[in-house]
């Protein structure tokens, strides 16, 4: 309970407090002294306090603990909002921790000239990550110009320099602390920066190989060196520096670093010449796909371009290597995962399609990589070829003529100041001749070839396409010695063996033949025309079986009302490459009112060919009597590309008329033959034949024919025939048509025009129509004429099928009959 104080005692101490008034106010002046003393004191502790704080949180900073420094730094902002220099260190702090924006929102309006330097420094790398290169080239040009020896302003003023674009700027600044600090690491990588933004990378390689070996962040300096490298074209060795410390490296990084290899390695592999040892031809290619499936194994789909592009390398190595079926798979493959596929990998679609005779899906691609990139020559050459082979040889010659006029006859490599002829042109050149050829224009595709051949005798490529076109032109020797000089200049020349091998073929050695191909199947066995001219070796040494057959319907004449042929061959393959065996049935009818004369005789013999020389020999005797054998040979030599000559005889000849078989008459006869080919277009031949009849008649005879193409057409040709005929008989009133002396001129014209062609198969239609004049002693001149259409269907090397109808109007004794004839003739290389 406390005490009551009564109010009259209170009343009765006034007196007394007012009395010690003065001492009372002394008393609260000495305890107010003593009160601020006491609070200074304790505001003097408690700065000392935060200071020690601030410097201990610099010092977590610097050792990284930044999480901790920003707890103490944030507390004592919070208590001295307008404390400039504990802001100053709360920023450094924020910028070092990457706390970026919060650095910059906190620190842009310091007065930064009245602090320390490292505070500028810190809050520029911020600004620099927060794309802000102007504002922190500003501080660090405020650092230097207090202090010119402070490193990290020269480090982020340069840096920020080359983000602003101003590279010469930044080039020339580093140089400048470069004298000063020759070594320093940061500054040396700082200049790997500047020289790859200077498009100098192996200068910038260089450089951050010498900062690494400063001490530089291994992290950093070995990833730039490796992408310096990588964007100077020095893949290989960007690949070595990758793999001593593969860590550092992203999975992009890997993936681009080793796509950029692949890439190489492809390029090299297609660029380096082929090797004349069979065994190494394809190192430099199969290298390329190790290196690229090596490449696939490490790098993630997921980072999509690098990963692609290393499948885009991979065909075209693919194709290199002359696997075409692959190439197609890898496509289609992309294709199926919707994969945008580019330009120069459509491109080797179309090369694909077009090696394996797809020439409709090779347009296609050839014509989608041009809309990709318009003009691009090889993809404009390769749809050249895919129209050829469709026979749209107008579209294709629309093509190739402005290819050749796009492209300029010199032009400047990169590097070089010299112009040089431009390898383009000379190709878009040599498709436009060899389109001459194949648009049957073989005269004026030699005249070119030579004219061109003359300006650059020692390009091979030219040698070898006029070499073919000789061998087309019927010129096998010709095609030999052109041959002959593309082998001095290179042994191994693929191209030119091929036309070697083809042009033995023709001349009939094929030993030679066979060891050319020999040698070409060790050289470059994967090579399509290799493997054609291989195959057209092989077809033209099958069992071989023909037949002919002939109906004839007449109103009277030499062959009576109805005549018959029928006539099969078989041969064998080729014995030691140069004899072949054969055994052939030859029936010829015709019906004389009632009776029927007939030759009908079994045979059988060998052919001998060699290089310019056919030899043939056989025994024969009739199919219904035995023993009435004959024999019979010829001989044909063929000294040159134009003349050649023919001796043949039989002792039982085919020569005798059907009509006078009736009487049992036969006979023997010889001849001989001269021919001159001036080439596709003209040939002349003349014969000469003795008849020695049983019967006691002799016969000589003569012929000679001048043929002249008139047109040439990519599927047409227009020829004309010269034809002269004589004969005369020594027996009068013969019982078979026989006049003493007869001449006969006719002139024939005649159209071939291809209806459909695909590589060796065809189908061709044929007309021809003749009209002459006939010369009987005894009679009175007389016109004759005839008409022929025919068809002709080659299926391949193989087979072929030649079928047709005849009508005519000749004249016999004076007579005119009408005649109708259809015929066939096959010719099968069997298959075994």
């Not at 065809?762 to 007309?767: E, N, V």
Request: net charge negative; aromatic share 8%.
């Amino acid at each position: 309970m406390r005490p009551s104080v009564r109010p009259w005692t209170v009343l009765a101490l006034v007196p007394a407090l007012l009395a010690a008034g003065p001492v009372l106010e002394l008393w609260a002046k000495e305890r107010a002294v003593r009160e601020h003393r006491y609070i200074g004191v304790l505001a003097a502790q408690e700065l000392h306090q935060d200071r020690d704080a601030r410097d201990r949180a610099i010092r977590l900073a610097r050792e990284g603990n930044y999480e901790e420094a920003l707890r103490i730094l944030r507390q004592l902002h919070a208590r001295a909002p307008d404390d400039i220099p504990l802001r100053a260190d709360l920023v450094a702090v924020l910028a070092w921790a990457g706390e970026d924006h919060e650095a910059l929102e906190l620190g842009e309006h310091l007065p930064f000239p009245e602090l320390e330097p490292f505070v500028s420094e810190a809050l520029a790398r911020s600004a620099r990550n927060l794309g802000r290169p102007g504002f922190a080239a500003a501080l660090c040009a405020g650092v230097l110009e207090r202090d010119a020896t402070r490193i990290e302003s020269h480090i982020g003023y340069t840096l920020s320099l080359v983000e602003l674009g101003e590279v010469a700027r930044a080039e020339t600044h580093f140089r400048e602390a470069l004298d000063l600090f020759p070594d320093h690491p940061e500054l040396l990588l700082a200049g790997g920066h500047v020289l790859r933004a200077a498009g100098r990378p192996l200068e910038a390689a260089l450089l951050l190989r010498r900062a690494g070996d400063a001490g530089a962040d291994p992290a950093e300096t070995r990833r730039l060196e490796a992408l310096s490298l990588v964007d100077g074209g020095a893949v290989f060795l960007a690949v070595e520096r990758m793999r001593e410390a593969w860590e550092l490296f992203d999975g992009g990084e890997r993936g681009r670093i080793l796509a950029a290899r692949g890439s190489r390695a492809v390029q090299w592999s297609v660029a380096i010449p082929p090797t004349p040892d069979p065994e190494f031809r394809f190192d430099a290619v199969d290298r390329a796909l190790a290196l690229l499936d090596s490449a696939l194994a490490v790098v993630d789909p997921a980072h999509g371009y690098s990963h692609q592009r290393l499948r885009f390398d991979r065909i075209v190595a693919l194709r290199e290597r002359v696997r075409m079926e692959e190439v197609l798979a890898e496509i289609e493959a992309l294709e199926a995962e919707e994969v945008e596929i580019p330009p120069y990998v459509q491109r080797m679609a179309g090369d694909a399609h077009l090696y394996l005779r797809n020439p409709r899906e090779a347009e296609a691609r050839y014509r989608t990589a041009l809309d990709g990139w318009p003009g691009h020559p090889e993809s404009q050459i390769g749809l050249f070829y895919a129209l050829l082979e469709q026979e749209r040889h107008a579209e294709a010659r629309e093509i190739i003529l402005n290819l050749v006029q796009e492209q300029p006859e010199r032009r400047t490599a990169e590097g070089l100041r010299e112009e040089l002829p431009n390898p383009d042109r000379l190709i878009a050149g040599i498709a436009k001749r060899l389109g001459q050829a194949f648009g049957a224009d073989l005269r004026g595709a030699q005249e070119e070839f030579e004219e061109l051949s003359g300006r650059a005798p020692l390009n091979l490529h030219i040698r070898q396409e006029l070499a073919w076109i000789y061998r087309w032109r019927g010129w096998s020797l010709r095609a030999l010695d052109e041959q002959a000089r593309i082998l001095a200049l290179d042994p191994h020349h693929v191209g030119g063996r091929i036309v070697r091998a083809s042009s033995l073929l023709d001349l009939g050695d094929r030993p030679a033949a066979r060891a050319t191909l020999d040698t070409l199947m060790v050289l470059a066995p994967e090579n399509q025309h290799v493997q054609r001219a291989a195959e057209h070796f092989r077809i033209r040494g099958l069992w071989e079986l023909s037949v002919e057959g002939l109906s004839g319907r007449s109103t009277g004449g030499e062959l009576g009302t109805r005549d018959d042929i029928l006539a099969t061959r078989l041969m064998t393959p080729p014995l030691g490459d140069r004899v072949r065996l054969f055994a052939q049935w030859r029936r010829s009818t015709a019906l004389y009112a009632d009776l029927r004369g007939r030759h009908d005789r079994l045979a059988g013999g060998a052919e001998l060919t060699a290089r310019g020389l056919y030899l043939s020999a056989e025994v024969s005797a009739d199919r219904e009597d035995l023993g009435r054998v004959g024999g019979g040979g010829r001989v044909d030599v063929r000294p040159g590309d134009h003349w050649s000559f023919g001796f043949r005889g039989n002792s039982y000849a085919d020569e005798v008329p059907l009509q006078a078989t009736l009487q049992d008459i036969d006979g023997w006869s010889v001849g001989a033959g001269v021919g001159r080919r001036w080439s596709e277009l003209r040939w002349w031949s003349a014969d000469a034949a003795y008849l020695r009849m049983s019967d006691g008649n002799q016969r000589w005879s003569g012929y000679t024919a001048l043929e002249q193409t008139l047109l040439r057409r990519p599927l047409g040709r227009l020829s004309g025939l010269l034809e002269l005929y004589g004969a005369r008989n020594s027996l009068e009133d013969a019982p078979y048509f026989n006049p003493p002396r007869i001449l006969s001129g006719a002139t024939t014209a005649q159209w071939d025009w291809v209806i459909w062609r695909s590589y060796e198969s065809s189908f061709t239609q044929r007309i021809r129509a003749t009209g002459g004049h006939l010369m009987q002693e005894g009679f009175d001149n007389r016109m004759i004429y005839s008409g022929e259409y025919a068809h002709e269907w080659m299926l391949s090397e193989r087979f072929n099928l030649d079928y047709g109808v005849q009508w005519g109007r000749p004249v016999y004794d004076g007579l005119r009959e009408r005649r109708t004839a259809v015929y066939a003739n096959l010719t099968w290389r069997l298959p075994r």
